[in-house]
């Protein structure tokens, strides 16, 4: 199984709201990602954890907080967001490799609208 | 430092014709090399990657890139253009602790 799976394929709510994006590998990876993608935009870093244990937290806001339930699972809760973070949110995986950047392998991303 | 630069925002080709996607880096080290392709509304996929064994890269679907340490450069190129391959490409570096993506190079492939 080489695939990333992400639910929910798309989510709307409010800025009052608390949601859970999710997100599943299977290929035995021990690091996770987390990016935003705003349109026409490159991905940007979030968080990534190697071996459960954040290990890079680029500056995002405390509105947003990642959690890693096993090595098999990555969860990003979300509460009280703004209009401004309505973006694809991507999930990737990868062999863990001491820090270093190697190969992703990328979810189909969750759409994420705030009104 | 690191830095990747993607020359052409927008590239437009035929179908059946060659299609280069420019890219250029920057790293106190060498480092590795990625490119990945993403269809709208999708995740990125990996074409190909580099990691110093050998400069000519092969890659997914007919895409191959070479790595010019002289010219600092990562072209991703492929013989003929289908129309499938129309989408964004992002060159990536990957270093310690540290990702770089270039702004992405839509291709258009016209019928």
């Known amino acids: 199984d080489t695939e990333v799976t992400q639910t929910p394929k798309h989510l709307v709510m409010g800025m009052t709201n608390k949601k859970s994006l999710k997100c599943e590998q299977h290929m035995g990876h021990r690091a996770m990602y987390w990016y935003k993608q705003k349109a026409k935009k490159p991905p940007e870093l979030m968080f990534v954890?190697?071996?459960?244990?954040?290990?890079i937290n680029e500056s995002v806001p405390s509105r947003f907080s990642p959690e890693c339930p096993n090595s098999s699972l990555l969860n990003l809760h979300l509460h009280a967001l703004q209009p401004e973070d309505s973006a694809l949110y991507l999930c990737a995986s990868s062999q863990d490799s001491s820090g270093n950047f190697d190969e992703q392998f990328f979810g189909p991303g969750t759409r994420l609208t705030v009104l | 430092a690191q830095s990747v630069t993607q020359l052409d925002s927008h590239v437009s080709v035929s179908e059946g014709t060659p299609v280069l996607l420019r890219c250029n880096y920057s790293s106190s080290y060498s480092p590795s090399l990625f490119w990945y392709v993403q269809h709208p509304n999708k995740g990125l996929q990996l074409l190909l990657k580099?990691?110093?064994?050998?400069?000519l890269v092969k890659g997914i679907n007919g895409f191959e890139a070479e790595f010019k340490k002289s010219e600092t450069s990562f072209h991703l190129t492929k013989p003929s253009a289908h129309m499938s391959d129309a989408a964004e490409y992002f060159c990536v570096s990957g270093g310690y602790q540290k990702v770089t993506f270039g702004t992405g190079t839509k291709l258009q492939v016209i019928p």
């Open positions: 954890y190697s071996y459960e244990k954040l290990s």
């Open positions: 580099y990691t110093s064994a050998a400069t």
